[in-house]
T-cell receptor
Framework: DAGVIQSPRHEVTEMGQEVTLRCKPI?????LFWYRQTMMRGLELLIY????????DSGMPEDRFSAKMPNASFSTLKIQPSEPRDSAVYFC??????????????FGSGTQLSVL | QQQVKQSPQSLIVQKGGISIINCAYE??????FPWYQQFPGKGPALLIA?????SEKKEGRFTISFNKSAKQFSLHIMDSQPGDSATYFC???????????FGKGTMLLVSP
């Protein structure tokens, strides 16, 4: 199993540019999460999907952020326009929901975003 | 989201010593308490988890101690090794399809 795959690993862009982060969850997992990690705020949940449907996007900072999951094997997080304060590591994670148990969350290796 | 408070922010322990990281939570509905370990350049990975029906869970050198009445839980790393140097996150969630609420993390450095 290749695990959760994120691309790109690093992204450097200029303020005002559009940024798209990509994620391929583990096959068979039906829940997908986008997190943002910074030194000041730790791991923040931005949005999560169950069976490709967005369930809670209350963590999305503002309208500049959007996320989609067109199918079970692909999700994107888009920032348009990007700002320097968006600089962070963005993680995608997935898990398999089964019954009432809290299944293990698997994280990708993250995308290091730097907005100049 | 309900808060999970983690301390200390950073910790330096000598090789062979005991590392202790503490977390406190507010929501009494939480019923799942995992710890995640993150190495530089990697995503967090589940290390060990506990449910409130037990007060302690041990896996190798890693132990979770859980105090339901105090709403606190802690991670103990016995015989700490330089390879344990990482950032550790505690987390909590309610049952079912709920999401994890993470603490802010503890950077552990085990000196040789």
């Amino acid at each position: 199993d290749a695990g959760v795959i994120q691309s790109p690993r690093h992204e450097v862009t200029e303020m005002g540019q559009e940024v798209t982060l990509r994620c391929k969850p583990i096959s068979g997992h039906n829940s997908l999460f986008w997190y943002r990690q910074t030194m000041m705020r730790g791991l923040e949940l931005l949005i999560y999907f169950n069976n490709n449907v967005p369930i809670d996007d209350s963590g999305m900072p503002e309208d500049r952020f959007s996320a989609k999951m067109p199918n079970a094997s692909f999700s994107t997080l888009k920032i348009q326009p990007s700002e320097p304060r968006d600089s962070a590591v963005y993680f995608c994670a997935s898990r398999k929901i089964s019954g009432s148990t809290n299944e293990k969350l698997f994280f990708g290796s993250g995308t290091q975003l730097s907005v100049l | 989201q309900q808060q999970v408070k983690q301390s200390p922010q950073s910790l330096i322990v000598q090789k062979g010593g005991i590392s202790i990281i503490n977390c406190a939570y507010e929501n009494t509905a939480f019923d799942y308490f995992p710890w995640y370990q993150q190495f530089p350049g990697k995503g967090p990975a589940l290390l060990i988890a506990i449910r409130p029906d037990v007060s302690e869970k041990k896996e190798g050198r890693f132990t979770i101690s859980f105090n339901k009445s105090a709403k606190q839980f802690s991670l103990h790393i016995m015989d700490s090794q330089p390879g344990d140097s990482a950032t550790y996150f505690c987390a909590a969630s309610k049952g079912g399809y709920s999401t994890l609420t993470f603490g802010k993390g503890t950077m552990l450095l085990v000196s040789p």
